[in-house]
């Protein structure tokens, strides 16, 4: 699996934006960047995912390098409630276990108040 | 629409014994996987069902094995307990089996083996 490298941790002020970095410098073609966060005591959730093209949601935007080898999560205003791991994820189109998510150690974001 | 459940939410166990964990998975999902998550650490996937059958598997001894209802529903088995098997343990479901598809978390059982 192409594996990805993030910040152990990172912290944000309310109400501010915040930009989390992921690197897949061995990403293949087929590989979609999916982002997932867990919130304390939880099981993970889905946040966003894209393959080459910047994408947004209500949770979040995905910003893609032109390379693919770097994307950026960005949260626009992060609240108290955004405080959680957040995973950047590789996962290949081909997969025939395609559920399979191979996670890393994460980010840990902290927001403060 | 309910969303993925799991069952029990905690055990003890004691070294050596089996243990049984459950899933129910999101309505009209056929995909479930399981994963362990160890403390600070982030899950890593066990194995995936599909339609019943176990269609990919990860770095985890036949110890641990699964299977999947025809109504989707899960359980995860696990034999011969070690100390090292105390972790949280997730099970997802999600549409298909397609790497686009969003794969839909339940809150985990915490395992802990004495």
């Known amino acids: 699996d192409a594996k990805t490298t993030q910040p152990n941790s990172m912290e944000s002020n309310e109400e501010e934006p915040v930009h989390l970095p992921c690197n897949h410098s061995?990403?293949?073609?087929?590989?979609?960047i999916h982002w997932y966060r867990q919130l304390p005591s939880q099981g993970p959730e889905y946040v966003i995912h894209?393959?080459?093209s910047n994408v947004n949601n209500r949770m979040a935007s995905l910003a893609i390098a032109e390379d693919r080898k770097s994307s950026t999560l960005i949260l626009h205003r992060a609240t108290l409630r955004d405080a959680a791991v957040y995973y950047c994820?590789?996962?290949?189109?081909?997969?025939?276990?395609?559920?399979?998510?191979?996670f890393g150690e994460g980010t840990q974001l902290t927001v403060n108040p | 629409e309910t969303g993925v459940t799991q069952s029990p939410t905690h055990l003890i166990k004691t070294r050596g014994q089996q243990v049984t964990l459950r899933c129910s998975s999101q309505?009209?999902?056929?995909?479930v996987s399981w994963y362990q998550q160890a403390l600070g650490q982030g899950p890593q996937f066990i194995f995936q069902?599909?339609?019943?059958?176990?269609?990919g598997r990860g770095n985890f001894p036949p110890r641990f094995s699964g299977l999947q209802f025809p109504n989707y529903s899960s359980e995860l088995n696990v034999n011969a307990l070690e100390l090292d098997d105390s972790a949280l343990y997730l099970c997802?479901?999600?549409?298909?089996?397609?790497?686009?598809?969003?794969?839909?978390f339940g809150p985990g059982t915490r395992l802990t083996v004495t």
């Open positions: 997802a479901s999600s549409l298909s089996t397609g790497s686009t598809y969003e794969q839909y």
């Open positions: 061995t990403i293949s073609g087929t590989d979609y």
């Open positions: 894209g393959l080459t």
């Open positions: 994820i590789l996962r290949d189109l081909k997969e025939t276990s395609g559920s399979r998510l191979t």
């Open positions: 309505s009209g999902h056929n995909t």
């Open positions: 069902y599909y339609r019943e059958e176990e269609n």
